[in-house]
């Protein structure tokens, strides 16, 4: 009896040493389509790893996405945009946030097809990119607010036969 006790706290130390040393990275901040989203909690977090964690390149901050969608660029800056590596990353930035989100959507609704396209119709054309003084429709919010109790009260009734 006495010697079990010893084998068993023998192995709980030995498992305890072999956790210890385990090298485990809960999260990847400058490659987030590396983690593993499993909640919608995390998948939150990696899109914010996606705008804020990204090397920024030779955009900086004027150009860079934010959580807002808010994009500016002006006819005489558009060529610099477009040839000198904003427009690759900004592109980077958009793919990043939809393959660890694919409902995401800036706080001005738009989704990150809308403001891909902007951005591809802009230096595509060659005109001026603005997304800071258009309104969004949020129609697919609205719509999820009114399907998703009624399924789930449906869903409810047809488990429990009411």
Known sequence: ?????????????????????????????????????????????????CLYYKPMGACGEKHKITVKGLLEVTEEEINSYCDEGCLDQSIETLDCIYMVNTHFSFTNNATVRVINETINHGCTSRTAINTTNQTYSSAMKVGQKIYVPLISTLVFIAMFKM
């Not at 068993?8 to 498992?15: K, V």
């Not at 040493?17 to 977090?45: C, F, Y």
């Open 1 to 49: 009896m006495f010697g079990g006790r010893f084998r068993f706290a023998w192995f709980s130390l030995g498992i305890l040493l072999l956790l210890g040393s385990a090298k485990v990275q809960a999260e990847n901040r400058i490659e987030p389509t590396d983690n593993v989203n499993l909640s919608p909690i995390q998948s939150w977090r990696s899109t914010y790893f």
